[in-house]
């Protein structure tokens, strides 16, 4: 029985669209994740996950300890839920409310960490938490700067860059009685983000190779120097580095204590543009042909799915199976309808499905209320997103 034959006899009883996760491919993902770490454990990145239930079979493997939010609301849900006594929000919040309810929750204080790297965020911390202990952790900017800083490779996030600055910066929070430095944290999005692979680009990905080896380097010097100052004046109980893309090299780095990693559990099409490593779809959507506009074109319902970043075609969904099929250059995925072209279409029939890949993992999961889980081709049982609970955090 070939991929797709598979999957539509585990899902022939349902109606599309619909997304499924394969847990045999999740499984494969997560052991590969595991190995590629070397070693070190792997803090689960819940939004490229998204699925509550998932996420409590990720963390039941060995390899896997602790997650990393995306917001404090979240994180404080998770937490009442149980699904883990360590949880770090990846990124700084400003949401007052949520603060007080932290500081307010001696278990959700112990359990929850809050991302930091300004005076500011210090300051609203200790007003909105009353001056009850939070736990904190610093934030540092793992970008690539070249030509004296003209140049710049990776997200824009911390203004935290130099060792003299973070030292700087964890001295000033050693002085607030209630906020507890526990940890720190590097997301290199110019290696972990940026596929070296890009197709039919070879010029590009030399240059995206040359760029990651340069900046891997200098990382592993600046975060080693950044540790030790840092590891001077406090008692860290982590340092967090990486992502589904750089996990080796992360892992390799003495002065990182874990890796943080969610997307190459559901493995998105984004992810094929890396040359060190592969990985099995796990999470897909399926949408039904509704109409045959041609002889080599048939409309699915829906599946204008785009995913966050750049605006360009990489982030629309990828037709996946039945092979060969292609959007049309002026429709693109639709809100309600999406066009697609090629020899495989003039197969298709009313009723019968498409199975797309989404670019970006967990975000998929604002798109559906549930998700069902698959192996072989077993329908397993049917699970919630985190939509389908009610919780839309972003």
């Given at each position: 029985m070939n991929l797709r034959d598979r999957y539509d006899a585990a899902t022939g009883g349902l109606e599309a669209p619909f997304a499924v996760v394969d847990l045999a491919a999740l499984r494969a993902n997560a052991a590969a994740l595991v190995r590629r770490a070397a070693g070190k454990p792997i803090?689960?990145?819940?939004?490229?996950v998204r699925v509550r239930a998932v996420l409590e079979e990720v963390l039941a493997m060995d390899g896997f300890a602790g997650i990393m939010a995306f917001t404090l609301p979240e994180a404080l849900w998770l937490a009442?839920?149980?699904l883990s006594d360590d949880i770090l929000v990846a990124y700084p919040t400003a949401d007052r409310a949520a603060i007080a309810e932290l500081a307010a929750d001696p278990r959700a204080a112990?359990?929850?960490?809050?991302?930091?790297?300004?005076s500011e965020h210090l300051d609203m911390i200790e007003r909105a938490g009353g001056g009850r202990p939070v736990r904190v952790c610093i934030d540092i900017d793992a970008s690539y700067r070249t030509l004296g800083g003209r140049?710049?490779?990776g997200a824009l996030r911390s203004p935290l860059h130099t060792a003299a600055q973070v030292g700087a910066f964890a001295e000033e929070i050693l002085k607030r009685p209630s906020l507890a430095l526990v940890g720190l944290t590097a997301y290199e999005s110019q290696i972990a983000g940026v596929g070296d692979a890009p197709p039919g680009r070879p010029a590009r990905a030399r240059a995206i190779r040359a760029m990651q080896r340069r900046s891997r380097l200098e990382l592993a010097r600046r975060r080693a120097a950044i540790v030790r100052a840092v590891r001077d004046l406090a008692d860290l109980e982590f340092v967090n580095g990486g992502g589904t893309g750089s996990v080796e090299s992360t892992a390799a780095e003495r002065a990182v204590t874990e890796i943080a990693a969610g997307s190459g559990l559901y493995h998105p099409h984004l992810f094929d543009q890396y040359s060190g490593f592969t990985g099995r779809p796990a999470a897909l959507f399926a949408l039904p042909v509704v109409r045959r506009p041609g002889p080599d074109v048939v409309t699915c319902l829906g599946?204008?799915?785009?995913?966050?970043?750049?605006?360009d075609r990489v982030r629309l969904p990828q037709p996946y199976l039945p092979t060969g099929l292609s959007y049309h250059r002026d429709e693109g995925a639709g809100e309600v309808q999406t066009p697609l072209l090629g020899r495989a279409a003039a197969t298709l029939r009313i009723g019968d499905r498409v199975w797309f890949r989404h670019t970006k993992a967990g975000e998929l999961c604002e798109r559906f209320a549930d998700v069902h889980l698959i192996e072989g081709d077993r329908f397993v049982r049917t699970v919630p997103t985190y939509r389908g609970e009610g919780r839309t955090f972003l």
């Open positions: 803090r689960v990145a819940s939004k490229s009442r839920e149980g112990r359990a929850i960490t809050l991302m930091v790297d300004s140049v710049r490779f599946g204008g799915y785009l995913a966050s970043g750049p605006g």
